[in-house]
């Protein structure tokens, strides 16, 4: 038996000899590194009896290896490799063996010089000192001139897709430093848009950005267990389960690019087949990601490569149709798809010798791999940025009428308010409850649709329409405050007000098909002038038009222009009546204001209109023309009037220091020239008050002296005889007679502004104004307009000898500082 095993050695020896002789790999310092797989012999020893002798022994009677890579029939066992090693060189070169991609628990370096081993080593290092982490299963040794060393090694648990490198020791060195910042890099680049994700998905809570979170977290996490560098922070024992749990992880990837693709696309620019596919495809990777948790790695990577191509098939499809249905986000999800594939044909394409290779093959793939994720995040930006503008664009339009909202109507009559007037209109759809109640809410919505374009339609008709804007869509001419109430303004003070409303009232009633039935609707109608309300918040205006549009349903009328004495909300009323006295008694909400006058022959400043103001603690600015009809209705109008007119002489007494002959003017009401002491009290102020009498000018509207001619043409006699001035004020909207106005004794005539609007643009404003002031230069009266927004105005007001104006072209109502420092510089402001 001895000699039988001497004689075994021999022939195993010999074979040793041959086997040197046979499959050598020249090392070439010139080359920093070889690919040595296709040079290698191997064989099998499943049962791990074979020593290193006898393993050299026998695989020189086996095949090489045919690939770059190696891939077995019976991974998962032990298997030994070896090869010849011979330098080219004239110096002696650290050499190092790399085994790329490595999931082996334990592996044992050998080398052989001259059949002698001159050095082992051994993975993971039994030396404690070093632990279980930061270790490579790499090899160093020395090779010297002319000399052949033979390379052997056992890998326990060969796994599939080991690619053994030599290297030259300073090359390994320098592709590492490339290495592994690359990586880190990429693996920093995949968490970032993972937490990126993740905190999109909470914010948002749209499930989109959290299947984007766990495919880029499942992809970051296979592919750094795929890596080399995961043997740097796991223990040696751990390869095997880092290769399931990586095959599980692509599995979980494949799984969340589908439902990433699910929810990314919208459900009605999938087709429906797609769609089935899809959740079918979804369902097999869900199987396929659960038994990879107990199947071998082989198995793992035929579901791996079944479900890529089923997936990646479907997603595409389902990207083309939403593509093709409008879905302009989905071309950066198809483009995405683009540098994975090209990697994948390449990285095929070099392992079968079609193609160039190079060494840093696997960063094609990682570089394809971060295009994609940023590609996808350009997708989800650009999906994100889409549903902003649609938020945006539903915060100012409604979803079904598609007309501007209440936000959009309120802000744009906000602007307009600013720089000109307008008369607004709201109108109340009727039957809109009724056809919801009795047909349904889809009913009533399409209705409302209908009458939304018919009225969309023909407001482009309409010159004078003022635009609702918003910066999302195209401007709308009609306007909704809710559903069943919408929003007309037109530029000015609206003339044939019937003729619109009556068009208005017909588009409406016009019938409307639906499902065999003809729907008729109706309308009433709101009006409000803006000019009237100068002082009053667009929201007030708009609860006032709500007012007069629901008086005008509740009295079946077709249209209702609304006055403040319509204004039948009692509650705000009589909490302001007692607040008012309040204000009058501590007098610091109440302030005044001073709109200039100027002479408009050459500009000079003649006076001022003094303003009253409230500027109430809690309600902020009231308008006065809500708060002086509480006064005349509390029987305060008197205290009020003769508050301001103390506060105006005041005011006057200031401005005269530097501007002697300046005119105040105060408005008064017509209940002051009906109580009996109102001139009494008068005289009383005007003799306590150092500046001239016939510097003080009070105004009175033409339709208060209307209300009681008598009494208010005692009070004027009197009035007149102190020396103070008056004023027809708003001259041309009431209704008095010449032969009455040539008896009055007042000093002025002020024409109302609704005819100096517009004055150099319509004739019929001209005309109007022109008679006035003829009127009043016969009369000897002096004339005052109001209401000069722009230069032609002004010029052609000063052409037809108009004496004075004011307005906001001239200048706004002003604090007494800012009227000082106006004065100072009003010519260069006109």
Same mark, same amino acid.
């Not at 004689?7 to 074979?15: D, E, R, T, V």
């Not at 052989?112 to 081993?117: I, R, T």
């Given at each position: 038996m001895t000699n039988t095993l001497k004689?075994?050695? $021999?022939?195993?020896?010999?074979?040793l000899s041959s086997f040197t002789q046979a499959n050598t790999i020249q090392f070439d310092i010139s080359q920093p590194s070889q690919a040595i797989g296709e040079q290698l012999g191997f064989i099998y020893d499943p049962d791990q009896y074979l020593t290193p002798?006898?393993?050299?022994?026998?695989?020189?009677?086996?095949? #090489?290896?045919?690939?770059?890579?190696?891939?077995?029939?019976?991974?998962?066992?032990?298997?030994?490799?070896s090869a010849n090693i011979q330098l080219r060189n004239s110096q002696a070169q650290l050499a190092f063996i790399e085994l790329q991609n490595n999931k082996s628990p334990q592996i044992d370096f050998y080398l052989?010089?001259?059949?002698?081993?001159?050095?082992?080593?051994?993975?993971?290092?039994?030396d404690k000192r070093q632990g279980h982490f930061y270790q490579k299963p790499n090899f160093e040794f020395e090779l010297h001139p002319n000399e052949t060393v033979t390379l052997l090694y056992r890998v326990k648990y060969a796994t599939n897709g080991l690619r053994p490198v030599l290297w030259d020791k300073a090359s390994y060195n320098t592709s590492l430093m490339l290495r592994i910042p690359?990586?880190?890099?990429?693996?920093?680049?995949?968490?970032?848009?993972?937490?990126?994700?993740?905190? $999109?998905?909470?914010?948002?809570?749209? #499930?989109?950005?959290?299947?984007?979170?766990?495919?880029?977290?499942?992809?970051?996490?296979?592919?750094?267990?795929?890596?080399?560098?995961?043997?740097?922070f796991l223990p040696a024992n751990l390869n095997l389960w880092t290769l399931q749990a990586a095959s599980t992880l692509v599995m979980i990837a494949i799984l969340s690019a589908a439902l990433f693709c699910y929810y990314f696309f919208e459900k009605n620019n999938i087709e429906p087949k797609a769609q089935m596919t899809l959740k079918g495809a979804m369902l097999l990777t869900t199987l396929c990601a659960f038994t990879s948790l107990f199947t071998t790695a082989q198995f793992d990577l035929v579901m791996i490569g079944l479900t890529t191509v089923i997936v990646a098939a479907t997603c595409l499809w389902v990207a083309i149709t939403a593509w093709y249905k409008g879905q302009s986000t989905a071309k950066y999800y198809i483009i995405s798809w683009f540098p994975l594939v090209v990697a994948g044909i390449y990285t095929q394409l070099s392992l079968w010798h079609l193609v160039p290779n190079f060494d840093n093959r696997a960063l094609l793939i990682d570089i394809a791999i971060l295009l994609e994720a940023i590609l996808l995040t350009l997708a989800?930006?650009?999906?994100?940025?889409?549903?902003? $503008?649609?938020?945006?664009?539903?915060?100012?339009?409604?979803?079904?009428?598609?007309?501007?909202?209440?936000?959009?109507v309120i802000a744009s009559l906000a602007k307009y308010q600013e720089h000109t007037s307008f008369t607004l209109l709201l109108i109340d759809i009727q039957r809109i409850r009724l056809i919801q109640h009795t047909l349904g809410l889809n009913a009533g919505n399409q209705v409302l649709t209908i009458l939304a374009r018919r009225l969309n339609d023909w407001s482009q008709t309409q010159s004078q329409l003022l635009n609702?804007?918003?910066?999302?869509?195209?401007?709308r001419k009609v306007g909704q405050l809710e559903r069943g109430y919408m929003v007309l303004a037109y530029q000015g003070n609206l003339k044939n007000l019937d003729t619109i409303i009556g068009d208005i009232r017909l588009l409406i009633q016009q019938p409307i098909d639906y499902q065999s039935l003809h729907l008729e609707c109706d309308s009433h109608i709101g009006v409000l002038f803006s000019d009237y309300y100068q002082d009053c918040h667009i929201e007030n205006l708009i609860q006032n038009v709500s007012i007069a549009a629901n008086i005008a349903t509740s009295k079946q009328l077709p249209y209702i222009l609304y006055s403040d004495e319509k204004n039948l909300f009692s509650e705000r009323r009589l909490a302001l009546m007692g607040e008012l006295k309040k204000a009058l008694h501590n007098q610091t909400e109440l302030h005044l204001v001073l709109q200039p006058q100027i002479r408009l022959s050459d500009k000079q400043v003649h006076g001022a209109e003094a303003l009253l103001r409230w500027r109430h603690k809690e309600h902020g600015l009231i308008a006065?023309?809500?708060?002086?009809?509480?006064?005349?209705?509390?029987?305060?109008?008197?205290?009020?009037?003769?508050?301001?007119?103390?506060?105006?002489?005041?005011? #006057?007494?200031?401005?005269?220091?530097?501007?002697?002959?300046?005119?105040?003017?105060?408005?008064?009401?017509?209940?002051?020239?009906?109580?009996?002491?109102?001139?009494?009290?008068?005289t009383q102020l005007v003799n306590n008050s150092p500046v001239a009498n016939h510097q003080l000018l009070l105004e009175v509207t033409e339709s208060a002296m209307m209300n009681n001619p008598g009494d208010a043409h005692l009070a004027l006699a009197q009035i007149n005889q102190l020396g103070v001035k008056t004023s027809i004020d708003d001259f041309g909207t009431g209704y008095s007679s010449l032969s009455y106005l040539s008896l009055l004794p007042v000093n002025e005539l002020k024409i109302d502004k609704r005819f100096v609007l517009d004055i150099s643009a319509k004739t019929q404003n001209y005309t109007i104004t022109e008679t006035i002031l003829n009127l009043s230069q016969n009369l000897g009266l002096q004339s005052v307009a109001e209401g000069i927004e722009d230069a032609d105005a002004l010029y052609t007001l000063r052409d037809l000898g108009c004496d004075?104006?004011?307005?906001?072209?001239?200048?706004?109502?002003?604090?007494?500082?800012?009227y000082l420092n106006w004065l100072a510089n009003h010519l260069a402001r006109i």
């Open positions: 004689a075994s050695w $021999l022939l195993l020896f010999i074979c002798t006898e393993a050299l022994a026998l695989i020189a009677e086996q095949n #090489n290896n045919s690939q770059e890579f190696l891939n077995f029939v019976e991974a998962g066992k032990t298997i030994w490799f052989y010089k001259e059949n002698q081993l001159i050095k082992s080593q051994q993975y993971p290092s039994q690359l990586i880190t890099t990429f693996l920093g680049i995949l968490a970032g848009l993972a937490i990126y994700n993740l905190i $999109l998905f909470f914010s948002l809570k749209q #499930n989109v950005f959290f299947c984007y979170f766990a495919y880029v977290s499942a992809t970051l996490g296979w592919r750094f267990l795929f890596s080399d560098h995961s043997s740097a989800l930006s650009d999906k994100l940025k889409r549903a902003e $503008l649609e938020a945006t664009y539903y915060s100012s339009f409604d979803p079904v009428t598609q007309l501007p909202n209440h936000n959009s609702f804007d918003s910066p999302h869509a195209n401007k006065p023309s809500e708060f002086i009809p509480l006064a005349e209705e509390a029987g305060i109008i008197t205290d009020i009037s003769l508050w301001v007119i103390e506060e105006a002489l005041q005011l #006057n007494h200031l401005i005269c220091n530097t501007n002697p002959d300046h005119v105040i003017s105060v408005n008064i009401s017509a209940q002051d020239l009906e109580q009996p002491n109102f001139v009494a009290k008068l004075y104006g004011q307005g906001y072209y001239i200048s706004k109502p002003l604090s007494l500082p800012d």
